[in-house]
């Protein structure tokens, strides 16, 4: 059992959008992590203290001295540290002694000592009233595709300007999250999907929206263009997957929750549990470099593929999602790597 110290008097009053994960799936009274974790009242009985809310939201509340203050308690009593961080761009620590958990960044530039999360959903097949069903191979691959993809040139420049006035608050101290370079992930979405379009060795099946979920407004709305968005990945057997604002994809855990291959355009992504899952046998993934050549390379991916290895994929797809992915699963597959962690420190 993995033993935690936090600071609980500041989760009191906090929302739960604010608190690390990992604290908000051990105050579920069933979960199984219960019997993984433990949380323990002193830092010198624990084997990580872990910092009680996302730490960007700390620094905005004016408390990065409190962070870290709580940083050098855990020194003194040479403790290992669990931090989360969230949004599109999260915080980056280079120090040996912090763990970091994230839903994503850049692996050329990440410390070893991170943690890749994905974004919680919940089933997909649950809302459309499914059940698990792989498609058989077809001689063509098919891809799917609903959301936001918009290469007008307003959209871009609408984009740059929030970009460059994100940054100008990242210079000016007032967001500690990373600064990151430009990425007009819509625009590029967009001229991604035309090049496979464009290409008659594919089948596409796409529905391009000018604004994020189609601008809607209305629950009724919001339910149609999911029923949309999901049935399109029910539907065929590959995903097209391209990061956001942040240097990741919920869709892509979408695409395999529901038992569907994602294709994912690498750009300088880390994935969850790189260490345990090979991810080229569950992925088709291209070099963003590359992607000129992406429908060429995904067919030939597709015909090398025997139909019942194509069948077997899906079922594997969607048990890796339901064993790695779902919260209890994920927090139970990073005890594995946090007790590596401790293992190493004792040696």
Known sequence: MIKLYTDSELLKDETSVNVF?????????????????????TVAECDFTILPLRVEYLYEQGKKEYVHSFFKRSRTHKKPILLFTSG??????????????????????MHTNTFIMPPFIEDPLHFLGESFIPLEKEDQAAIGFVGHSNAAVTKQIKEWLLFVKGNVRRMMGKDPSDIQRFYPSSAKRYRYLRLLQKNDTVVTNFIFRKKYRAGVITSEERKRTSLDFYENIFNNPYTFCLR?????????????????????????????????????????????????????????YHRNKMASDFVSLQKENRELWKSYFTKDAYFDQLAVSLNRVLKLNKS
């Open 21 to 41: 994960p990992l604290l908000q799936q051990l105050a579920v009274v069933n979960s199984k992590i219960n019997a993984i974790y433990k949380l323990v009242p």
């Open 88 to 109: 599109d761009y999260g915080m980056s620590f280079k120090k040996e002694d912090i763990y970091t958990v994230r839903l994503g960044g850049f692996k050329s530039k």
């Open 244 to 300: 956001g604002t942040g240097n990741f994809s919920v869709r892509f855990y979408e695409t395999l929750a529901m038992g569907r291959i994602p294709i994912l355009v690498d750009t300088d992504c880390k994935l969850p549990f790189e260490d345990v899952i090979n991810w080229k046998n569950h992925i088709f993934i291209i070099e963003e470099k590359k992607v000129a050549n992406i429908a060429a390379e995904l067919q030939a």
